[in-house]
């Protein structure tokens, strides 16, 4: 009997420990599994989504793609990146989506166009506030204008010409809104025609001779209005519009040497510096619209480690041997990066408007609308 109740503790015991043994490989399993979950990369296994507020094949659809081929490689964990285009409200629409559908993961960036103007005019279609939205990294797009040589053959003619016409696509986008602004504080006598449905558009028109003055980007003029008007002697650059800071400090661009900035050529033409209202809002309008031209942006409440990873992995793009070849094969030129603290502080900005510059743009636009 004794025997027996003792084989009986033994095998109680012994379940026992193999209880605590199984409990135990257990718990040594999930914190093995949540040390190794903790030391995977994050990104690592997932899918980044790209959103292009252009239709496919537009100028910013390239460049996100082209963006994208390099992204991923310099991401820890080397995530699948996929680019969506979400076209629509007059590029309002991929922001809109961003700051009210997109999840705040890390997993969803807009890439597209900024519509600083739209959000200094308070337009209504544009309900996202950039300045909710962390700021991964910008892309400076260089612009310049030209005109026609049957109507303006020297920079300085161009102060006496009569009934000359800018051509553009949109009173609030910023090829119109800076050449408005320049021709005006220059005092050029022309007409403003808009409705062109891209700078291709406004190109061809110039070919026809339909209008005579265009602002342009860089990458069509290096490609496409250099080779077939200027070499040709049909048309002739007159300035690039300059780098600014939200401060007023305007500085020329390195990569538009041949073609001067807009303060030199308004001092060349008129032999003072650029003074009074107009160029005044030319100049705080400028980085607002013209800084930042393709934004990589996030969805408000995105986590901190995402943020970083997604800024430092930007700045590394940039900086790619490989991708700056690509970037000279489509524009002739690299595209300047916009830092972290220069674009937070441009979109910021853009909710921070005097009274006075408000209604002077309120004006300013609705007169040609």
């Known amino acids: 009997m004794l025997f027996g109740c003792r084989t009986k503790n033994y095998l109680r015991k012994g379940r026992v420990l193999v209880f605590l043994s199984v409990i135990f490989g257990l718990v040594s399993t999930l914190i093995l599994s949540s040390v190794h979950a903790q030391d995977r990369p994050y990104y690592e296994g997932k899918t980044l989504t790209m959103y292009v507020g252009r239709t496919p094949g537009s100028g910013a659809d390239l460049a996100a793609r082209v963006f994208a081929q390099f992204w991923s490689q310099y991401i820890p964990g080397e995530p699948t990146v996929v680019v969506r285009n979400l076209p629509g409200g007059g590029g309002t629409r991929v922001w809109n989506y961003g700051a009210e559908v997109a999840a705040n993961d890390g997993l969803h960036v807009l890439f597209s166009p900024t519509n600083g103007a739209a959000a200094v005019l308070k337009e209504p279609g544009l309900r996202a506030n950039f300045s909710t939205m962390p700021f991964v990294g910008g892309l400076l797009s260089p612009n310049m204008a030209y005109v026609r040589t049957d109507k303006v053959s020297s920079p300085q003619d161009l102060l006496t010409a009569q009934g000359l016409r800018f051509g553009g696509q949109n009173p609030a986008l910023r090829f119109d809104l800076l050449g408005r602004l320049a021709l005006d504080a220059l005092g050029v006598n022309y007409q403003y025609v808009t409705g062109f449905s891209g700078g291709a558009d406004v190109f061809n028109s110039i070919r026809r001779g339909e209008v005579d003055i265009q602002v342009a980007s860089l990458g069509l003029y290096r490609f496409s209005i250099e080779p077939t008007l200027v070499d040709e002697g049909l048309a002739i650059p007159l300035w690039h519009n300059p780098s600014a800071d939200t401060e007023g400090n305007l500085s020329a661009l390195d990569i538009v040497q041949d073609v001067p900035s807009y303060m030199d050529f308004y001092q060349s033409v008129h032999g003072t510096e650029p003074t009074g209202q107009i160029y005044e809002m030319y100049k705080w309008i400028l980085p607002r619209v013209n800084n930042i031209v393709y934004a990589a942006l996030l969805p408000p409440g995105t986590p901190e480690d995402p943020i970083r990873i997604l800024q430092e992995s930007f700045v590394q793009v940039t900086e790619d041997s490989q991708y700056q070849s690509e970037e000279q094969s ?31 743009f309120d004006n300013y636009i609705d007169e040609v609308r």
């Not at 002739?332 to 408000?358: H, K, N, Q, R």
Request: hydrophobic letters at 45%; zero cysteines.
């Open 330 to 360: 489509m524009y002739g030129f690299s595209l300047p990066l916009v830092g972290v603290e220069e674009g937070t502080a441009i979109l910021e900005s853009l909710y921070d408007v005097p009274d006075e510059v408000a209604d002077f």
